[in-house]
């Protein structure tokens, strides 16, 4: 068992009154702001780190209820060099746990049955998730004209380059799984560059996986994204971690586990309840209020964080010219998404649950995205004799299914699970979590969110955005813009006055 957060060893705190000491004030204690905190304290600054809500961790919450573990938000995440690193740091590699390695198989409902998605050139021939027909549209891929630098919705770009088939059973569900969106509405070039950048450099999808075969940056779907341009190289990173590969991790008491080590780190950095409600640029510097307990607390800091998600800034005093550009940013969308935790006793669900989930594609007509298989994924998560499987409902394919009653919400989801997982009887356990603003989308046009994002920065210097609408909607996404932006202010609050 992970020992209580307060035995941590916190990251040394900076004098907050030593000689000329820089202050930075990060808002908004999510994974993001959390590591960001983490990250400017460990090299040395004096951080404050506020949070309007009463508890860190942003969506990373776990819930403990009869032998059931429930994670609220994320249930898993991907690891890169530097997260690696952040985990040593942390002394968390022990509590961590490794994803059964059944978790690779994937299940797509087609015809209201479960096909496992191929994963092998092999597989694909022999699957029948696609037709023929399907499968002779991907041989012709590499025959497809490039089209270049439009800003593309995915739907579109699948079907020009594989076919509608495979938008229909294959990327769409999967676009649903990541982002709770819809592919007729998300940008391929910032949704996925990495892909979209295959077409761009190579010609085709296919040229361009035969010519990134075995380079490391294609290993990992979520590695770190590249420092921007113009940004000079880090002087002062974190100590690296031993070379190993990506792994799709949790821990052993579930994924809050993570930012509760974060939290424990920064002891006497961390402001719960406490909203900034001002923001205005002051002699150089920054000048923010922290309403607390119905009173307001004025400070002036040498550099500001916003780690909070992109429609937080509405809420807030800004100077005119802030807010023009911040405009674009607050309008970023964010659909609703109920997450729905269920237990059964093992002998009532027929399917073997044998890997990561299941995926439904929008042609299904069912009341689900999708759901996870969380007691085959990690250990722990049933009392002996269950299972336990999580549950996604909304998001921009049917916003009003997740507005709903839980009641109402399982009645929907167990009409599916009858008929998809043989399901019989009803749950013995039920945790319901409902995000009114869930992720980020990154539709058709994003390029004006961060090109606003980034001319915020520029005319406001000392004052950073970061978090899942800029670099990447994942966990490990998030770590990495927290660990990046934290070296962006250090190396601004290292230049000379």
Not at 289 to 315: F, I, K, N, W
Request: with cysteine; charged share 20%; aromatic share 6%.
């Amino acid at each position: 068992m992970r020992a209580p957060v307060a035995d941590h060893d916190p990251v040394t705190p900076a004098n907050e009154d030593g000689g000329d000491q820089r202050t930075v004030a990060v808002v908004g204690a999510g994974i993001t702001g959390l590591v960001a905190a983490y990250e400017l304290r460990r090299r040395g600054l004096h951080v404050t780190l506020y949070e309007a809500s009463g508890q860190t961790g942003g969506a990373i919450r776990t819930s403990h209820t009869d032998g059931f573990l429930a994670e609220h938000g994320p249930n898993s995440f991907v690891t890169s060099g530097p997260v690696e690193a952040l985990l040593a740091q942390l002394d968390l590699h022990e509590e961590v746990v490794v994803a059964n390695p059944q978790a690779n198989r994937r299940y797509i409902v087609r015809d209201g049955m479960l096909q496992p998605f191929p994963m092998t050139p092999l597989a694909m021939l022999r699957t029948p998730l696609f037709s023929l027909r399907a499968k002779l549209r991907v041989l012709l891929e590499p025959l497809v004209r490039t089209r270049a630098g439009a800003d593309e919705s995915i739907a579109s770009f699948v079907r020009r380059r594989l076919g509608h088939e495979v938008l229909d059973y294959a990327v769409d569900p999967f676009i649903s799984g990541i982002f709770a969106g819809d592919s007729e509405a998300l940008s391929m070039a910032h949704a996925f560059p990495r892909v979209f950048a295959l077409e761009q450099r190579h010609g085709s999808l296919s040229a361009g996986l035969m010519a990134t075969r075995g380079q490391k940056g294609w290993q990992a779907s979520h590695a770190a994204p590249p420092t921007e341009g113009g940004e000079q190289a880090d002087d002062n990173p974190p100590p690296a971690a031993p070379a190993t590969p990506a792994r799709l991790i949790s821990f052993v008491d579930g994924m809050q586990t993570l930012t509760d080590a974060l939290e424990a780190s920064l002891l006497g950095t961390v402001r719960l309840g406490c909203p900034i409600r001002l923001l205005h640029p002051k002699e150089g510097r920054w000048a923010i209020e922290a309403g607390q307990d119905g009173a307001s607390r004025p400070r002036t800091v040498d550099a500001v964080v916003m780690a909070t998600p992109a429609h937080v800034l509405a809420a807030m005093e800004l100077p005119a010219g802030l807010r023009q550009h911040a405009a674009l940013v607050e309008r970023v969308e964010y659909p609703p998404v109920s997450v729905l935790t269920l237990g059964f006793e093992r002998g009532d669900v027929a399917h073997a649950l044998d890997g990561f989930g299941m995926l439904i594609p929008a042609q299904e007509q069912r009341s689900l995205l999708g759901v996870l298989f969380s007691s085959s994924l990690f250990p722990d998560r049933a009392p002996d004799g269950c299972v336990a499987i999580t549950c996604f409902v909304g998001g921009a394919r049917m916003p009003d299914r997740a507005r709903e009653e839980t009641d109402l919400l399982v009645e929907r989801v167990l009409i599916d699970l009858r008929q998809l997982l043989g399901v019989r009887g009803e749950p013995v356990f039920a945790k319901h979590v409902y995000w009114p603003r869930a992720i980020p989308q990154y539709t058709v046009g994003y390029q004006a969110v961060k090109d606003a994002a980034d001319e915020v920065e520029r005319s406001n210097p000392g004052l950073y955005l970061a978090g899942n609408y800029r670099h990447g909607v994942s966990v490990g996404d998030c770590m990495a813009s927290g660990l990046q932006v934290a070296g962006q202010v250090a190396r601004y609050l290292a230049r000379p006055n």
